[in-house]
Protein backbone atom coordinates (compact mmCIF):
# COMPACT_ATOMS: atom_id res chain seq x y z
CA UNK A 1 0.00 0.00 0.00
CA UNK A 2 2.03 3.22 -1.45
CA UNK A 3 2.19 5.43 1.89
CA UNK A 4 1.07 3.00 4.21
CA UNK A 5 1.86 -0.29 6.62
CA UNK A 6 -0.32 -3.04 7.32
CA UNK A 7 0.53 -5.26 10.23
CA UNK A 8 -1.49 -8.24 10.68
CA UNK A 9 -1.67 -10.55 13.95
CA UNK A 10 -3.75 -13.06 14.67
CA UNK A 11 -6.70 -11.30 15.50
CA UNK A 12 -5.81 -7.80 14.73
CA UNK A 13 -5.43 -5.82 11.72
CA UNK A 14 -3.34 -2.36 11.85
CA UNK A 15 -2.48 0.18 9.01
CA UNK A 16 -1.43 3.62 9.02
CA UNK A 17 -2.32 5.16 6.11
CA UNK A 18 -2.26 8.72 4.61
CA UNK A 19 -5.11 11.71 3.73
CA UNK A 20 -4.98 10.44 0.75
CA UNK A 21 -8.16 9.49 -1.01
CA UNK A 22 -6.49 6.94 -3.41
CA UNK A 23 -5.74 4.63 -0.04
CA UNK A 24 -9.47 4.13 0.10
CA UNK A 25 -8.96 0.67 -1.97
CA UNK A 26 -5.99 -0.38 -0.87
CA UNK A 27 -7.50 -0.33 2.63
CA UNK A 28 -10.86 -2.01 1.71
CA UNK A 29 -8.72 -5.29 0.15
CA UNK A 30 -6.30 -5.33 3.42
CA UNK A 31 -9.76 -5.47 5.83
CA UNK A 32 -10.95 -7.59 2.60
CA UNK A 33 -7.82 -10.12 3.44
CA UNK A 34 -8.73 -10.02 7.20
CA UNK A 35 -11.83 -11.15 6.90
CA UNK A 36 -11.02 -14.21 4.60
CA UNK A 37 -8.16 -14.84 6.92
CA UNK A 38 -10.83 -14.90 10.29
CA UNK A 39 -14.12 -16.78 7.94
CA UNK A 40 -16.12 -13.20 9.20
CA UNK A 41 -19.39 -13.13 7.94
CA UNK A 42 -19.88 -11.40 4.51
CA UNK A 43 -23.14 -9.23 6.01
CA UNK A 44 -20.95 -8.16 9.08
CA UNK A 45 -17.19 -7.65 6.69
CA UNK A 46 -19.47 -5.62 4.35
CA UNK A 47 -21.10 -3.25 7.27
CA UNK A 48 -17.18 -2.35 8.77
CA UNK A 49 -16.15 -2.17 5.51
CA UNK A 50 -19.17 0.16 4.87
CA UNK A 51 -18.16 2.63 8.10
CA UNK A 52 -14.57 2.53 7.17
CA UNK A 53 -14.91 3.66 3.89
CA UNK A 54 -17.76 6.17 4.90
CA UNK A 55 -15.66 7.42 7.89
CA UNK A 56 -12.16 8.00 6.13
CA UNK A 57 -13.83 9.66 3.38
CA UNK A 58 -15.52 12.07 5.73
CA UNK A 59 -12.25 12.27 7.79
CA UNK A 60 -10.14 13.09 4.29
CA UNK A 61 -12.73 14.82 2.70
CA UNK A 62 -13.61 17.28 5.36
CA UNK A 63 -11.57 17.09 8.57
CA UNK A 64 -8.03 18.85 6.82
CA UNK A 65 -7.73 22.57 6.98
CA UNK A 66 -4.70 22.43 5.33
CA UNK A 67 -2.95 20.20 1.96
CA UNK A 68 -0.65 18.66 4.17
CA UNK A 69 -0.60 15.12 4.57
CA UNK A 70 -1.53 13.41 7.83
CA UNK A 71 -1.38 10.40 9.59
CA UNK A 72 -4.86 7.91 9.86
CA UNK A 73 -4.34 4.79 11.83
CA UNK A 74 -6.72 2.14 11.41
CA UNK A 75 -7.53 -0.85 13.96
CA UNK A 76 -9.74 -3.88 13.05
CA UNK A 77 -9.67 -6.46 15.49
CA UNK A 78 -12.02 -8.88 16.11
CA UNK A 79 -12.40 -9.95 20.12
CA UNK A 80 -15.08 -12.03 21.87
CA UNK A 81 -17.84 -12.17 19.06
CA UNK A 82 -17.57 -8.77 17.78
CA UNK A 83 -15.42 -6.96 15.61
CA UNK A 84 -13.89 -3.23 16.60
CA UNK A 85 -13.07 -0.73 14.23
CA UNK A 86 -11.14 2.17 15.60
CA UNK A 87 -10.07 5.05 13.19
CA UNK A 88 -6.96 7.76 14.56
CA UNK A 89 -6.75 10.76 13.46
CA UNK A 90 -5.24 14.21 13.71
CA UNK A 91 -8.27 16.24 11.99
CA UNK A 92 -10.38 18.99 13.58
CA UNK A 93 -12.54 18.02 16.22
CA UNK A 94 -15.70 15.83 15.17
CA UNK A 95 -18.04 14.04 17.28
CA UNK A 96 -19.70 11.95 14.31
CA UNK A 97 -22.38 11.11 17.14
CA UNK A 98 -23.54 14.60 16.87
CA UNK A 99 -25.00 14.19 13.65
CA UNK A 100 -28.93 14.26 13.74
CA UNK A 101 -30.59 11.35 12.26
CA UNK A 102 -33.38 11.93 9.68
CA UNK A 103 -36.71 13.53 11.41
CA UNK A 104 -38.44 10.79 9.42
CA UNK A 105 -37.75 7.63 7.09
CA UNK A 106 -36.50 8.61 4.20
CA UNK A 107 -35.05 6.93 1.13
CA UNK A 108 -31.30 7.94 1.28
CA UNK A 109 -31.81 9.97 -1.97
CA UNK A 110 -34.42 12.17 -0.39
CA UNK A 111 -32.09 13.21 2.93
CA UNK A 112 -30.65 16.40 2.85
CA UNK A 113 -26.51 16.25 1.79
CA UNK A 114 -24.60 16.39 5.02
CA UNK A 115 -24.88 13.05 7.53
CA UNK A 116 -26.01 10.65 4.56
CA UNK A 117 -22.63 8.54 5.38
CA UNK A 118 -22.75 8.81 8.97
CA UNK A 119 -26.17 7.28 8.76
CA UNK A 120 -25.46 4.75 6.69
CA UNK A 121 -22.53 4.20 9.25
CA UNK A 122 -25.35 4.22 12.62
CA UNK A 123 -27.61 2.05 10.54
CA UNK A 124 -25.17 -1.01 9.65
CA UNK A 125 -22.92 -0.85 13.41
CA UNK A 126 -24.20 -1.96 16.60
CA UNK A 127 -22.51 0.42 18.78
CA UNK A 128 -20.52 3.56 18.07
CA UNK A 129 -18.19 5.69 20.07
CA UNK A 130 -16.18 9.14 19.86
CA UNK A 131 -13.23 10.06 21.84
CA UNK A 132 -11.27 13.50 21.51
CA UNK A 133 -8.06 12.41 22.92
CA UNK A 134 -4.11 14.03 23.21
CA UNK A 135 -5.80 16.38 20.02
CA UNK A 136 -6.67 13.05 17.86
CA UNK A 137 -10.49 11.78 16.99
CA UNK A 138 -11.06 8.32 18.26
CA UNK A 139 -13.99 7.01 16.25
CA UNK A 140 -14.91 3.85 16.91
CA UNK A 141 -17.30 1.41 15.52
CA UNK A 142 -18.54 -2.42 16.62
CA UNK A 143 -20.02 -4.91 14.72
CA UNK A 144 -21.08 -7.98 17.07
CA UNK A 145 -20.88 -11.34 14.82
Not at 50 to 65: D, F, P
Not at 92 to 101: A, G, L, M, Q, Y
Request: aromatic letters at 6%; charged letters at 25%.
Amino acid sequence: MPNACTRMTDDQLVMTATNDPAQLRLIGEQVDAFGQRHNLPPKSLFSIKLALSELLANTITYGYADEATHTIEIRLELHGGQLNLEIIDDARPFDPRRVKPPKKKAALKDLPLGGRGIYLVRSYVDDFAYQRKRGRNHVTVTKIL
